[in-house]
């Protein structure tokens, strides 16, 4: 992702009646409520002037096969060397603003400036989860709901399940992942899951709510219930992978390697049909990109390998969530949720209450000089200095893929 500045520009207030802290604090509490993802990383500051890059370290462990012979007597064996594996990740930043007129500072009400900060916060707490979301579900340590092997083959029947929670526990306890055991609690895993993909879970006989739980026990924020030894948290921001391409053709063509599109295309469509070999469907048959030019965005038109006869309204659709099935409608798949399921020190952040933490900016009417010549606007701003995450051990980590009732 690249460095992002969101430009917003809102009816809000500046207000200096208000102390500076009061707002900060305002808006970093609005911020955490959306901290999930990265609640649970191992947490490493960045310290200043260091460069952009963070390195995540791990010792390798040993070989016990090494060691298992055992020691001839009188005999000194060779030394082992210790070996370190480093992950390297580079900090970005990310920020927004709201533009504020003088007016609006004269006539609103003083909480405006506190429905800001709180806006903001929400913002950028979920722009923080979504990094660190996307880079946990960027790993290869994937588990495919109901035995299947790819995404797109996944069906309506394909759903989370005790038994998938349980292979993913068995693979995690298979690589040695470690569990999380502070607050004196009992060892377990941790389990990111959306609301849906929950609900499908809580008819089991086995699940256990956090209200069963023994009044001495610490409760992790968003923590819904236990399985098996994991506990779940819940998030609306979980991974869910939806069909990228859903269009139609605008108009017939016949034996042509050339077609414009209908519906005008969303961001996430122009980047797919810009990729050229990409595979596309149209109707019921599917296609390949052409390797060069393959869309050009100011007449719609898409590029084919291969000439095609198509008629008009026909559906250009993507196979890249789950299997097409009449289930979900003419073409289109059901969204895939992702379900984490992990243990401690399966992935790492930039601890977001150091260098990370969201910052509030406000600049007062009249602070741009002539760039404002009559003090008409003031601007309430909001920024993450510096933050990434990235997985430091991809089989402490299990991606179960599922769609949902």
Not at 291 to 313: C, G, H, I, M, Q
Not at 337 to 349: E, I, P, Q, R, W
Request: glycine content about 6%.
């Amino acid at each position: 992702m690249a460095n992002t500045i969101i430009n917003t520009t809102l009816n809000a207030a500046t207000n200096a009646r208000f102390p500076s802290k009061y707002y900060d604090r305002q808006l970093l509490e609005s911020a955490k409520t959306r901290f999930v993802h990265a609640e649970f990383g191992q947490k490493r500051p960045i310290p200043r002037n260091s460069g952009k890059y963070v390195n995540f370290r791990r010792w390798n462990l040993f070989n016990p096969s090494n060691a298992v012979r055992g020691l001839v007597e009188g005999i000194t064996p060779n030394g082992q060397t210790l070996t370190q594996t480093d992950v390297e990740a580079m900090v970005k930043q990310y920020g927004a603003y709201v533009e504020v007129t003088d007016l609006l500072d004269l006539t609103a009400y003083d909480s405006v400036i506190n429905d800001s900060a709180e806006l903001l916060g929400e913002q950028l707490g979920t722009v923080i989860e979504w990094v660190t979301r996307d880079a946990m579900c960027s790993g290869s340590n994937v588990q495919y709901a109901g035995g299947k092997t790819a995404r797109n083959l996944l069906t309506s029947s394909d759903k989370l399940t005790t038994q998938e929670i349980r292979k993913a526990v068995r693979t995690l306890k298979k690589n040695k992942a470690r569990p999380f055991c502070e607050d004196g609690r009992q060892p377990h895993f941790i389990c990111i899951c959306s609301p849906e993909s929950t609900y499908d879970l809580q008819n089991d006989e086995m699940w256990r709510n956090v209200s069963t739980y023994s009044n001495s026990e610490a409760i992790y924020s968003g923590e819904i219930g236990r399985l098996f030894g994991v506990v779940f948290v819940e998030s609306t921001e979980a991974k869910i992978y939806t069909q990228t391409l859903l269009n139609h053709v605008s108009a017939a063509t016949t034996s042509s390697k050339e077609f414009v599109l209908k519906d005008e295309p969303s961001e996430e469509e122009i980047e797919y049909l810009s990729q050229g070999g990409n595979k596309i469907m149209i109707g019921d048959k599917e296609y390949t990109l052409a390797a060069e030019n393959s869309y050009d965005p100011a007449t719609k038109t898409v590029r084919l390998a291969e000439a095609a006869t198509l008629s008009a309204d026909a559906v250009v659709w993507s196979d890249d969530a789950s299997s097409k099935s009449n289930d979900f409608g003419t073409d289109r798949s059901q969204p895939v949720h992702a379900t984490l399921v992990f243990g401690k020190d399966a992935y790492g952040v930039i601890d977001v209450e150091g260098k990370g933490a969201v910052q509030l900016i406000v600049k007062p009417h009249g602070s741009s000089g002539t760039a404002d010549p009559l003090d008409q606007r003031a601007t309430v701003g909001a920024k993450v200095a510096a933050y990434t995450a990235a997985i430091l051990n991809d089989l402490w980590l299990v991606r179960i893929e599922h769609t949902v009732s």
